[in-house]
């Protein structure tokens, strides 16, 4: 009788040893794909302030033509480009979005470590935000080679990727129709980390010298 | 002493089951994971002959200038595109590639259903392969907005994403540096699968009639 008491026990206790395990491992798979990052956003952004993204304290009712508190395409994209806390490369055909310069400025200040590699042809027109950056201190260089650097892609912290189709230009964001994807699946990052590392590296700092300027 | 061997055969039996039914867990995961393709390519692609991925009986040794059998970004992706086996949903802003035309043609021939989505003035532009699909009876919408239809996305099947910074022209594909991510992950194919459909609603049929032609 105790023979068989035991034998219940014992079972019972490796089931629950063995399910306990099984809820552990899935709650864990389950929580590391919540944990990855899956999103697109879908361009043209509807035009809203941004001003609050910015700045958080400041109140909504600041004098601003344009609706407030609007979760838009853009401000999402915003927000995910100022998550940044360690670093931000940034590998752009085009670049004159002032308030996607503005996000950029605001990282370096925090002490972001930022890189920019961009067009050569691209960075000289009208517009472009590259002369502000390089003015405020941020690190750039121009691909010197004779064809377009035709990328629009910004890996954050070395763990978020952002890409798609969108340049960072005003019109891109509010008119085109356009896309970005945000990833932090390994299998997309990597290569795109390691894409701009090779690509940073065949455009040295000697050639900083005779850059583009504002 | 029996009910002893008993005890220690049912725990061992419990043991075991418990470990079998773990390693199915971590074997279907794993199979899954493994299933999902995340890839990404990145151009300009190694000049290649193509011709054996449209013609796989075809000995190496045809005539063409071109190295033959090696695999490059763009051999990859043609072999991507060629993997339809239903449907193939195309929004491109410029399509001008010939070898890529020839995939979405050959696709058609097969019976995969077809649709394409582009820019209105760039379907127009010399060399554009828009007038080319049509033809074939290919059913072509071009977007009737002011603004650009900057997108470079296909959908293969409903389930496989290709999209980047690469537009389907023969510049992109063997001069600039360009990106192009293929991706099973739901999270990211369904959003542009909606895209898709809503673009597509947008600019009907009606419009077809009085279109760009070659």
């Not at 079972?11 to 306990?20: K, Q, R, T």
Request: glycine share 4%.
């Amino acid at each position: 009788m105790v023979a068989m008491w035991t034998v219940k026990v014992v079972s019972l206790g490796v089931v629950g040893l063995s399910l306990s395990l099984e809820l552990l491992f899935w709650l864990f798979s389950r929580r590391r794909s919540e944990r990855v990052t899956n999103k697109v956003l879908f361009f043209p952004s509807k035009v809203a302030c941004v001003e609050h993204i910015f700045s958080p304290t400041l109140p909504h009712s600041h004098v601003c033509s344009l609706p407030h508190g609007v979760d838009t395409s853009f401000s999402r994209l915003l927000r995910y480009i100022l998550s940044a806390c360690s670093s931000l490369d940034l590998c752009l055909f085009s670049f004159s979005n002032m308030d996607l310069s503005r996000a950029v400025l605001l990282l370096h200040s925090r002490g972001v470590t930022i890189r920019v590699l961009t067009d050569r042809v691209y960075s000289a027109i009208s517009g472009s935000q590259i002369g502000v950056l390089r003015k405020a201190g941020i690190c750039v260089r121009c691909d010197v080679s004779a064809v377009h650097m035709h990328h629009k892609f910004a890996v954050v912290d070395g763990r978020m990727l952002i890409t798609g189709s969108l340049n960072w230009t005003l019109t891109a964001v509010q008119s085109n129709m356009e896309n970005i994807i945000i990833t932090e699946e390994p299998d997309l990052v990597q290569p795109f980390v390691k894409e701009f590392c090779r690509l940073w590296g065949l455009n040295d700092s000697a050639q900083d010298l005779n850059s583009v300027t504002d």
